[in-house]
């Protein structure tokens, strides 16, 4: 069982910048994908960005050139690095993890930016 721990989150202005991280308790095998998906009220858990144990990245349409996704493999860390920010990028963001074809998914973390 694979448990992932988020922080980092909070209140921004628009314009701002936060940094999320998450540490993953899986110790015994390669985590082959990380990243972070995030869900407003009322509508589906949306991707944010994904990062491979093997460096390839995919970044939803919305964040890219703003938002960067780094890891950490010998740390298990996955951080999301958020620049500029809209008062649309508004949710809880949950930090992702795929091991061996199985999904996990942290608690969430609420990121809030004000107009």
């Known amino acids: 069982q694979v448990q992932l721990v988020e922080s980092g989150g909070g209140l921004v202005q628009t314009g701002g910048s936060l940094r999320l991280s998450c540490l993953a308790s899986?110790?015994?095998?390669?985590?082959?994908?990380m990243g972070w998906y995030r869900q407003v009220p009322g509508k589906q858990r949306e991707l944010v960005a994904l990062?491979?144990?093997?460096?390839?990245?995919n970044y939803a349409g919305a964040v890219k050139g703003r938002f960067t996704i780094s890891r950490e493999n010998n740390k298990n860390t996955v951080y999301l690095q958020m620049n500029s920010l809209k008062p649309e990028d508004t949710g809880v963001y949950y930090c992702?993890?795929?091991?061996?074809?199985?999904?996990?998914w942290g608690q969430g973390t609420q990121v809030t930016v004000s107009s």
């Open positions: 990062k491979t144990s093997g460096g390839t990245t």
């Open positions: 899986e110790r015994g095998f390669i985590i082959n994908v």
């Open positions: 992702y993890a795929r091991v061996l074809l199985k999904d996990y």
